[in-house]
């Protein structure tokens, strides 16, 4: 903060209480364009100071937005005491006669303000039947209560005609109620039908409280909560508040200003202080481009992500490191930009994704473009894939995203992924381990083509080297290789993308549920002990969908292939240059390999009767 700026806000801050009073000399009506002068608690939207609820006033129907909740109602006329308007959302409702009526929230009465709306028709939203309204007791409300109709999760009442506002304790714990307008006539109109009665275009009668005109004669705010209060109230305060409110605020501002000078100072001293985080973040990343060089990714400023996101308007997808927008570079180049929450240590998985992933260029990689690294904020632009990620096209589970891939669809996206992972593991001048390969992280593009992304996990290490220095398990549950939990099982190696690898062809052949097992009630299944089991003896493994020999080879080696890749000891498993062989070659002469000692424990498949299917 420059002392220029320091000095406005403390001549600001110094002048409050007067620049307060005489921003209550508020007009005693607004002039609001079609609508003619309007009074408090109305005012425009340019003095919006001046009254309760602002009115747009210039150009278009004027609109209104009533209450806290800000329902907003286009205004026709307005009154001392009246205000009339049409409810375009309401007008809907009544249109589709749809069933969200928990959509429209009752205008709130305070001690500022209270509202009514007469005629108007009473219901209840119960999220279960209610005996006590169906049976008209005494208990509630006099008048005929009717079931209008069962909604997903709640049932709806009405009772006509019926003004009456409820009161807490006076109906069904589990009702809420909520009032809507009606014609005034109902001659000839269907009772038994609500939709019939409510309309869109309707009065609502407002009553402004003593104590709110006080407030604002005093040059105060009424609040809208439900409790009164008055904010801002210069009415009744002596010369010395104001001197008193005054002082308080000069020092205030000069303690502010004394502690931005040693701030200052401190810094231009080289002392850390509480920056030595934000101070590291910025040092490590601006070493790793300078060690890029010419070859350093592309960086954006903050702004630049919100012109590309278009204000982060579409969001492709949620996770634990953030959130992803769709964007759109100005060579019209469509991007996902993924924005990261919270800062972990020095940045280091943020500035690890950057480094690894800069350091690749293959067709089965998503590709980088460029990042952002501006203060608290972080994000990295990668190419847009339309088909989002894998995991959607190989879990059903009742989801809307869920598509259907054949059987030469997903050999294809298998092969694809191997080819990534041997490129990672020995195309780039330093090997890269992934450490988080599954579903999640693998996109497809327009064409299904597989790319490997999220490289936060990823571990740098020399071709020569086979064994890495490893500090704490990372990776999915799931997908993790058994040497990564307990070193016990092995040393840690690109053998454990291998592991991770298996473990998700697996799934893309039968991680649907869809195996054709009958069990009893007591015994526990896992799918590469019932597949190993099943090719051990040569059965039939019961393919669902396969209509020619060489589909039925493809889905045959994609098993073999992951029994293989999640071997326990990772000095059995292939290399994934071996695995492309494997999956490419003639599955007569794929080997069966040994059962493996499973890691993950098995998990129940009781009352489990699907196919085995894309």
């Given at each position: 903060?420059?002392?220029?700026?320091?000095?406005?806000?403390?001549?600001?801050?110094?002048?409050?209480?007067?620049?307060?009073?005489?921003?209550?000399?508020?007009?005693?009506?607004?002039?609001?364009?079609?609508?003619?002068?309007?009074?408090?608690?109305?005012?425009?939207?340019?003095h919006p100071s001046c009254g309760l609820f602002p009115v747009t006033c210039d150009g278009g129907v004027p609109q209104v937005a009533l209450g806290s909740e800000g329902i907003t109602y286009q205004v026709s006329g307005l009154s001392d005491d009246t205000i009339k308007v049409n409810d375009p959302a309401l007008k809907s409702l009544i249109e589709f006669t749809g069933c969200d009526f928990s959509s429209y929230i009752n205008l709130p009465n305070t001690l500022s303000v209270s509202f009514t709306i007469s005629p108007s028709v009473t219901f209840f939203q119960c999220l279960t039947s209610s005996p006590e309204l169906e049976n008209q007791t005494d208990k509630y409300f006099i008048g005929n209560y009717t079931r209008f109709r069962g909604c997903q999760g709640y049932t709806v009442y009405y009772s006509y005609p019926n003004n009456q506002v409820p009161t807490p304790g006076s109906y069904p714990l589990n009702c809420e109620f909520f009032q809507l307008p009606v014609v005034s006539s109902v001659e000839g109109r269907n009772l038994s039908d609500p939709f019939s009665l409510l309309t869109s275009d309707f009065s609502i009668g407002f009553h402004v409280s003593e104590a709110c005109l006080a407030c604002h004669a005093n040059g105060g705010q009424c609040s809208h909560a439900r409790d009164f209060q008055c904010l801002n109230d210069s009415g009744g305060r002596s010369k010395l508040a104001l001197i008193l409110e005054t002082a308080i605020s000069t020092v205030g501002i000069m303690v502010i200003l004394l502690i931005c000078i040693i701030i200052k100072k401190l810094r231009q001293s080289g002392c850390t202080f509480f920056w030595k985080t934000k101070t590291e973040n910025y040092r490590n990343i601006e070493a790793f481009l300078k060690n890029c060089g010419s070859l350093s990714p592309k960086r954006y400023t903050y702004s630049d992500i919100k012109k590309i996101t278009n204000c982060f308007r579409t969001k492709l997808g949620q996770g634990g490191f953030g959130c992803v927008f769709k964007g759109n570079l100005e060579n019209g180049c469509l991007v996902a930009v993924k924005v990261l929450k919270g800062l972990k240590g020095n940045g280091d998985e943020f500035i690890n994704e950057v480094a690894t992933i800069s350091r690749t260029s293959h067709v089965h990689i998503v590709t980088f473009l460029g990042f952002c690294f501006e203060g608290c904020h972080r994000a990295l632009i990668y190419e847009f894939m339309p088909n989002g990620s894998l995991d959607k096209f190989i879990h059903d589970g009742g989801s809307s995203t869920y598509r259907h891939l054949g059987w030469d669809a997903l050999?294809?996206?298998?092969?694809?992924?191997?080819?990534?992972l041997e490129y990672l593991h020995r195309g780039c001048n330093t090997r890269i381990v992934h450490?988080?390969?599954?579903?999640?992280?693998?996109l497809l593009n327009e064409d299904f083509c597989p790319k490997i992304c999220d490289f936060g996990l990823a571990k740098l290490c020399p071709q020569k080297e086979s064994i890495i220095s490893l500090v704490g398990a990372r990776g999915t549950v799931g997908y993790i290789a058994p040497e990564v939990f307990s070193r016990n099982f092995g040393g840690v190696s690109h053998k454990s993308d291998v592991y991770s690898y298996g473990m998700m062809v697996l799934e893309m052949v039968g991680g649907r549920k869809n195996i054709s097992v009958e069990v009893d009630g007591t015994s526990e299944i896992y799918f590469p002990h019932w597949v190993y089991r099943h090719l051990e003896l040569d059965e039939e493994l019961g393919f669902h969908g396969v209509i020619d020999d060489?589909?039925?080879?493809?889905?045959?080696?994609?098993?073999?292939?992951?029994l293989w890749c999640i071997q326990t000891d990772p000095s059995q498993r292939p290399s994934?240059?071996?695995?492309?062989?494997?999956?490419?070659?003639?599955?007569?002469?794929l080997q069966i390999p040994p059962k493996p000692f499973l890691f993950s424990p098995s998990r129940s498949l009781v009352h489990c009767s699907t196919t085995l299917a894309p």
């Open positions: 903060m420059g002392f220029s700026s320091v000095l406005l806000a403390f001549i600001l801050v110094s002048h409050l209480p007067v620049l307060r009073s005489s921003a209550t000399s508020c007009p005693s009506s607004i002039d609001c364009g079609s609508l003619g002068p309007i009074k408090f608690p109305f005012t425009s939207t340019a050999y294809q996206i298998a092969v694809g992924i191997a080819r990534g450490f988080d390969i599954k579903p999640q992280n693998i060489e589909a039925n080879a493809s889905a045959r080696k994609m098993i073999i292939v992951g994934m240059s071996r695995v492309v062989e494997m999956l490419e070659g003639s599955p007569e002469s």
